[in-house]
């Protein structure tokens, strides 16, 4: 990821048929890559199996609709730097609010705002695009996340201890956030 130009460029994409030759390659290698190195994104015992991946990454593709599902993608000098999934909840009761999934970056990127940048991306899209009041989110406790997404403006609101187990010695909270208002 180098260049002469290395500001990200932040993408959202709507459709299955809208994304571009190789996006779907390169969301599977960048979530492979996360998942190995032990990142919450959705595989959480490492490593995975890119079979797997490219069946996960097809379900997010063929779900993509402007009401309901968007995938937002982070590029540095046209190369995918990271991506998380937005999704409104088609639940009537719920349907003002989103959540957000599978936020990830590239470990080489990391440090440059990139994943927060995103965050902030899908929070505008869901405010001002989806005419969402709220987001939700759960991650994985022990690793940082509540303080990165509490930068950004979000706040814990509760917690499933021990609800996640990595290994028979590591049992992980699970810990519920939320961003409003938008």
């Known amino acids: 990821m180098t260049g002469t130009d290395d500001t990200p460029l932040y993408t959202q994409f709507t459709a299955p048929d809208a994304l571009p030759h190789g996006l779907a390659p390169a969301l599977v290698d960048c979530w492979t890559e996360v998942s190995d190195a032990g990142g919450a994104a959705g ?48 639940h009537p009761l719920v349907a003002h609010w989103g959540s957000l999934h599978h936020v990830q970056t590239r470990l080489g990127v990391r440090g440059r705002g990139i994943g927060a940048g995103l965050v902030r991306r899908a929070r505008e899209i869901a405010r001002d695009e989806m005419g969402l009041e709220q987001l939700r989110l759960a991650a994985r406790g022990g690793a940082g996340l509540e303080d990165f997404y509490g930068r950004l403006g979000w706040r814990e609101i509760g917690r499933w201890p021990g609800a996640l187990r990595l290994a028979a010695d590591d049992d992980r909270d699970e810990i519920l956030m939320v961003l409003t208002p938008l």
């Open 43 to 90: 595989f959480p015992f490492p490593p995975v199996d890119p079979v797997e991946v490219a069946a996960a990454v097809d379900r997010i593709v063929t779900g993509l609709d402007p009401a309901g599902s968007r995938l937002v993608v982070a590029t540095v000098d046209g190369v995918l730097a990271g991506w998380l999934c937005l999704r409104r909840d088609p």
